[in-house]
Structure formats: structure tokens, C-alpha cells
């Protein structure tokens, strides 16, 4: 039986002999050469104001929080459908996390269910690029505006994509990208921090510093380094920079044959969508994506169950993704019930991701919508 694992890591090939190169330069604690190389690779790929590393998405999504200076008292709207720390980020400032519904069609926050939810406590918002399908920022820029809101843009599949040809995560005051090893462009864990203000940027690298000003020690701009305002340890090691450099390096290939399979696959879904057996999530307007991932929604839970296990028992590793946060056992802590938000309980329910990595190929592809038509048809 031909087997199709979820995901395999994508690896250009460089990864080792870029860390060889840190031995032989022997500094191998972090914002080094190779962090700085992978930084101003990202600043240009993004257009950004500035980039910095970090060892995970979470920790750049932590620092935005910080910098965003949400605190005890202030609530933040939040898609419930997201990962753990789109949410958690928030609430370690001592802020409140507020849950939106996703619209069902792109999985994408409820920008109608937000406003609803918008109190005389409201500080911000998390918008999250989910599958790397761009929140219309027009309209997050304009509620931001109206209602003195800092919107932090989780882009943490988003990195290759764009909305209304500017790069995800650099819409908002900060985005946050994510190279944990599950993301098109990784470097085992790793993240960074979009800061896309220039007000911003002193303050983002002290807290990146451990709270100090040791960057601007660096630079020449003060004479011994000191403890400033709280902060923490958010970069990454140089072996991680280095690794990164060498997949960045490969985005444009990455890119184009991510979206080569990505393209196949929707060409041989089309007929099982007319049928209306299912739908493939797809990007909204003006969004342009990095073929991060082939979601399915299926009309009902079960179907989608289904469906999944028919694919497992056939050798593909297809798999569900987020449990909204307000079912979760911490979202009831919260004070929250399966029946707050029904829409995305429902949707997030209904859909299944399929294999899609470089290390698959057409075959596979041919493979797994043959047994979805086997699925569709014996339950049709
Ligand atoms: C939407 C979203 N935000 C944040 C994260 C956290 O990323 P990391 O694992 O790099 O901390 C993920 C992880 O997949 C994610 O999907």
C-alpha cells in the first residue's frame, strides 16, 4: 500500500554546511552573523521595517504582546480557531482573550462577529493568516483606527504570501512568522517578529535583548550595555540562523513547487466539488498564497471523519487541525461553553488537511483524490 505522510520537512540541501560555518567561526549563541544574514534575507523578502529572529513563533507573538503593552484590564479579540498561542501570547501580559467567530467560507476571523465584540476595554486584535489566506486588512486597519486598537497579524503560515501585494506580516503594527519544521520555510523551531513601525524598533530589540540595549552597545550607540525594562531571551541560537539561511535561500523554488502541487491538486478536486461532496479551502480576494496547505470542508462533522479515516486506513496521513480554544479545557476554564461560538465549532469540525510537502509527488496526489472519489461515491 503507497503511503503519504502529512509532512516531511523541506530541506534545500545547504542546512549542514551552513552550520559547519559556525564552528568554524566558533560564536554559536545568536544574533551573529547568520542571524543578521537570515534577518536582512527576510527584510527584503517582506519589504519590512525590521526583522528579528526568534526561537519560535510563540516567542515573537509573546514580544508583540509585550510591546503592544496589553495588560490587566485590556481585552483582545482572538479567532477561536487558532493555535494555543495566538491566545495564550495575550494572556501572559495579564490581558483578557475575547473569542471571534471564523467565517466558515475561509476560516478567517469574523470581522462582522468581531465588531460585536468590541467593549470600552478593548486594546486589540489578532489576526490570523490561517493556511497563509490574508485577513482583509483594509478593513482590520480601519477598526483599528476607529477604536485606538494595536492588531498584532499572526502570519505564521504566511510567510510567501500576500494581501493586496504586501507580504503577510507586514500589515499590521506587528506580525509574527513561524519556521517551526510543519512550515514551508523552517529551521526546526524557529520564528520571527515583523515590526513594521520604526517607533517600534529600539524598544523591540530590548526586549529581544534580554531587556537590555546590548544591540545598541553594537551599533556603537552607547558605551556599556545595562538592564533597561523587562524583557526576555528571544533569539534563536546561531546553528538555528544558519539552517535558516540555507532554506531561505531556496524560498522561490519552495514556493513554485509547493504551488505546482498545491494547483494539482485543486485541477483533480474540481469535479468533487461540483458534485458538492466537499469544498477546498481557498484564499479570499485579493490574497495571494504561499500554498502552505490543502484544507478540505466537508458538509457535515461526520463526513469529515469520515472521510479522514478512510484516508488513514489507505496509508495518507490526512489530519483535522485546531480545536477552537473556547472548547478546549482552558477555554472552559474561561468561562466559555461548546455553544458560544456554534459557527466555527461546526466548521473547524468539517474540515481535514491533506498531505502536501516536497518530498510527495503527482503520483501521490493521483493517489489520495482517487480515494476521496471512493469515499464520495460509496457515500453518495
Ligand atoms: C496560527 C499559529 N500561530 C502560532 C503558531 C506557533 O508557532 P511556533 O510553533 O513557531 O511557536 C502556530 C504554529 O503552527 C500557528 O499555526
Not at 75 to 89: D, I, N, R, Y
Not at 182 to 203: A, F, R, W, Y
Amino acid at each position: 500500500m503507497r503511503t503519504v505522510k502529512f509532512n516531511v520537512p523541506f530541506l534545500s540541501g545547504n542546512e549542514s554546511d551552513y552550520i559547519n560555518e559556525v564552528f568554524v567561526h566558533g560564536e554559536f549563541s545568536g544574533n551573529g552573523r547568520f542571524t543578521k544574514q537570515a534577518q536582512q534575507m527576510l527584510e527584503k523578502h517582506l519589504s519590512a521595517e525590521r526583522v528579528l529572529l526568534t526561537h519560535s513563533c510563540t516567542g515573537a507573538l509573546e514580544m508583540a504582546a509585550m510591546l503592544a503593552g496589553f495588560g490587566p484590564g485590556d481585552e483582545v479579540l482572538v479567532p477561536s480557531f487558532t493555535f494555543v498561542t495566538s491566545a495564550s501570547s495575550i494572556m501572559r501580559t495579564g490581558a483578557t482573550v475575547v473569542f471571534c467567530e471564523v467565517d466558515p467560507n475561509t476560516m478567517l476571523i469574523d470581522l462582522e462577529d468581531l465588531k460585536t465584540k468590541i467593549t470600552p476595554k478593548t486594546r486589540g486584535i489578532v489576526a490570523v493568516d490561517y493556511a497563509g489566506y490574508g485577513v482583509d486588512y483594509d478593513q482590520i486597519n480601519l477598526i483599528c483606527s476607529q477604536y485606538n486598537l494595536t492588531c498584532i497579524e499572526d502570519a505564521a503560515q504566511g510567510l510567501g504570501s500576500d494581501w493586496k501585494e504586501r507580504a503577510l506580516g507586514t500589515h499590521t503594527r506587528f506580525g509574527a512568522i513561524s519556521f517551526h519544521q510543519t512550515k514551508n520555510i523552517h529551521s526546526g523551531l524557529g520564528g520571527c517578529l515583523v515590526i513594521n513601525n520604526q517607533e517600534d524598533v529600539s524598544k523591540a530589540e530590548m526586549v529581544w535583548e534580554r531587556g537590555t540595549d546590548r544591540s545598541a552597545f553594537f551599533k556603537g550607540l552607547v558605551d556599556k550595555y545595562s538592564w533597561q525594562q523587562v524583557g526576555s531571551s528571544f533569539y534563536p541560537s546561531e546553528l538555528q540562523a544558519a539552517f535558516l539561511c540555507a532554506q531561505l535561500e531556496q524560498i522561490d523554488q519552495n514556493l513554485s513547487a509547493r504551488k505546482e502541487l498545491w494547483n494539482y491538486y485543486e485541477e483533480l478536486l474540481m469535479d468533487l466539488e461540483k458534485k458538492g461532496s466537499l469544498k477546498m479551502l481557498r484564499p479570499p480576494k485579493n490574497s495571494r498564497h504561499n500554498a502552505h496547505m490543502m484544507a478540505l470542508l466537508f458538509p457535515s462533522a461526520q463526513e469529515a471523519d469520515d472521510a479522514r479515516s478512510y484516508l488513514n486506513e489507505h496509508g495518507v496521513q490526512a489530519v483535522i487541525h485546531y480545536v477552537p480554544l473556547h472548547s478546549s479545557p482552558m477555554g472552559k476554564k474561561l468561562g466559555y461553553t461548546e455553544k458560544d461560538l456554534p459557527i466555527t465549532s461546526q466548521a473547524a469540525a468539517s474540515l481535514i488537511r491533506l498531505p502536501l510537502h516536497l518530498s510527495m509527488d503527482k503520483g501521490d496526489i493521483e493517489y489520495i483524490v482517487k480515494l476521496l472519489q471512493e469515499y464520495c461515491h460509496v457515500e453518495r
